[in-house]
Structures are given as C-alpha cells and as structure tokens.
C-alpha cells in the first residue's frame, strides 16, 4: 500500500512540474509578442481583424458602419499594413536584444 502512496505522489509531483515547465516556456514566448502588441482602441481591434479576414468580411463591416464612423476600405487596409510593418519591426528588435523595452505605437486610424 505504501509503494503504491509513494508512486501516487510520484505522478503526481511529476505532472505538476511538468505542467508548470511548459507554462513558463509559453509565458516566455508570449512576453516577446507582449512587447510589440499594438495598443489599439476597440474599433481599432475590430478593423485589424477584418483586415486579416480579408477583404469582403472587411467591406461588410464597413458598410455596416459608414455613416457611423466615415472609414474607407483604402484608408483601412494602408492603416493596417502600417500595423503590420512595425510590429515586424518590433519583433525584429526584440529577437536581437530582448532585454530591451520596446512599446509599439500604432498611429490613429483617423
């Protein structure tokens, strides 16, 4: 009984550390993309992610809001790219020194 007390632990020491090594490997990864999210306002959210849906799930959330917040597809996708290009930048530059802080400023979509 006690051997089988012994192993029970054993296991479960084992998947507990094994747990806790992968969370620290992800957490690791995901504080290099951290460092480069964009900060975006809610819309600004919602219009880079129909940029990457492409562009007719794009078109039709614009169309839906045209009188609302007078955007263009054109204006929208250059903003975007913009988007894209820093934070390839970004990542660029915390993969040769992460010890560096580095904040990514998205300009206005207006």
């Known amino acids: 009984m ?24 992800a957490m690791a990864q995901g504080a290099q993309a ?10 600004e959210q919602r219009l880079y992610q129909k940029t990457g849906e492409g ?8 169309f839906i809001r ?3 917040y007078q955007l263009y597809m054109i204006d929208v996708q250059s903003w975007a790219s913009g988007v894209d290009a820093i934070r390839a930048a970004c990542m660029k530059t915390v993969a ?3 010890a560096s802080p580095t904040v990514a ?3 206005d979509v207006h």
């Open 2 to 25: 006690n051997t089988n007390r012994n192993i029970s632990n054993f296991l479960r020491l084992f998947v507990a550390s094994s747990i806790a090594a992968t969370a620290s490997v």
């Open 34 to 43: 951290d460092k480069c999210a964009p900060r975006m306002t809610s819309l």
């Open 55 to 62: 562009p007719d799930a794009l078109r039709d959330f614009i």
């Open 66 to 68: 045209r009188g609302i």
């Open 96 to 98: 040769a020194d992460p």
């Open 105 to 107: 400023v998205i300009a």
